[in-house]
């Protein structure tokens, strides 16, 4: 596994379970320690668990951006991810891995796998990716849900329809 194998999301997952620490600011010639922190951290996890609590935390946050986040799935995300500083200073250590003065790209697989979306907790969709929307005129249309379908494709047509 090499860091570009990684999603920007996956290498702030990374990141948050390494070695990196609290106070970490990045300087020019950091690259090598950050790139070492990433594979420690995903070493430490394993894959399977990186990838699925990087999933996680995407959805997490477009849940959270759009005022969607239950309570439940709030406590799912800091159970997940205690100490909220750190992983914002993971965050930003893993944007500089790919806009920084080094930048080690996303490799095209990674970057399939960081729209997986995965929601811990009750949701308000109920897992279906779509919410009864009021129009305000009596009449409802259905809205995407950002944590089971982030990309806001078309609802499933029921059968009979066109």
Request: net charge positive.
């Amino acid at each position: 596994m090499s860091v570009e194998d990684l999603s920007t999301g996956e290498r702030k997952v990374a990141l948050y379970a390494s070695d990196m620490p609290d106070r970490f600011r990045y300087r020019r010639g950091d690259t090598a320690k950050l790139v070492a922190w990433v594979v420690q951290g995903a070493a430490r996890l394993g894959l399977d668990e990186l990838y699925r609590s990087a999933a996680y935390a995407h959805s997490y946050r477009l849940l959270w951006l759009t005022k969607m986040a239950t309570e439940e799935q709030t406590r799912a995300h800091a159970a997940r991810f205690a100490n909220a500083r750190r992983l914002d200073r993971a965050e930003s250590a893993a944007a500089t891995l790919l806009c920084g003065p080094d930048r080690i790209d996303v490799a095209p697989s990674a970057v399939v796998r960081s729209r997986r979306s995965m929601v811990e907790g009750a949701c308000y969709c109920e897992g279906a990716g779509w919410l009864p929307y009021d129009m305000g005129d009596d009449t409802y249309a259905q809205m995407s849900c950002p944590g089971h379908n982030p990309g806001g494709t078309l609802p499933p047509r029921r059968e009979g329809t066109a």
